[in-house]
């Protein structure tokens, strides 16, 4: 008896043991929602838009991926300060692409087409007839 007492007393305890249950409506037309925006996404691919292809493809993928913080990880209905985190946890990485692309152009005139010239050089002697190496000339005019 004194065993049931003690479950019984744990049963109203203010910690459930699921911190919210989404109903199921909810989780199916999550799923739904992200097979169709998967659908489009893979269909995209086929459609040439020019320059505006990556931009869709990428802004797809931020509403799946808003639907399942929202949905799965239980963010519409939890704290704000996760969403917070999460926000600012986004914006963080953002910043960081950000500082990178800066530096993308700085190495393009040592940048090769093809095969490096040592590299080169030894696939000719012992690979005849492997890629010719194309180097980029630099800002001088003189090639490396």
Same mark, same amino acid.
């Given at each position: 008896?004194?065993?049931?007492? +003690? !479950?019984?007393?744990?049963?109203?305890?203010?910690?459930?043991?699921?911190?919210?249950?989404?109903?199921?409506?909810?989780?199916?037309?999550?799923?739904?929602?992200?097979?169709?925006?998967? @659908?489009?996404?893979?269909?995209?691919?086929?459609? !040439?838009?020019?320059?505006?292809?990556?931009?869709?493809?990428?802004?797809?993928?931020?509403?799946?991926?808003? @639907?399942? +913080?929202?949905?799965?990880?239980?963010?519409?209905?939890?704290?704000?300060?996760?969403?917070?985190?999460?926000?600012?946890?986004?914006?963080?990485?953002?910043?960081? @692409?950000?500082? +990178?692309?800066?530096?993308?152009?700085?190495?393009?005139?040592?940048?090769? !087409?093809?095969?490096?010239?040592?590299?080169?050089?030894?696939?000719?002697?012992?690979?005849?007839?492997?890629?010719?190496?194309?180097?980029?000339?630099?800002?001088?005019?003189?090639?490396?």
């Amino acid at each position: 008896m004194a065993h049931h007492a +003690a !479950d019984h007393a744990h049963s109203h305890e203010s910690h459930p043991e699921v911190g919210h249950v989404v109903p199921v409506r909810y989780l199916v037309g999550a799923g739904l929602a992200l097979l169709v925006l998967t @659908i489009v996404t893979v269909a995209v691919r086929y459609v !040439d838009l020019g320059e505006f292809n990556m931009p869709l493809a990428i802004g797809i993928a931020l509403v799946k991926a808003t @639907i399942v +913080a929202l949905i799965f990880m239980h963010l519409r209905w939890d704290r704000p300060f996760n969403l917070l985190v999460l926000v600012g946890s986004i914006l963080f990485v953002l910043l960081l @692409i950000a500082f +990178a692309s800066m530096d993308v152009h700085q190495y393009e005139p040592t940048l090769f !087409d093809g095969n490096a010239p040592d590299a080169q050089a030894t696939l000719d002697a012992n690979a005849p007839g492997a890629p010719v190496a194309q180097v980029k000339p630099t800002q001088g005019g003189a090639a490396n």
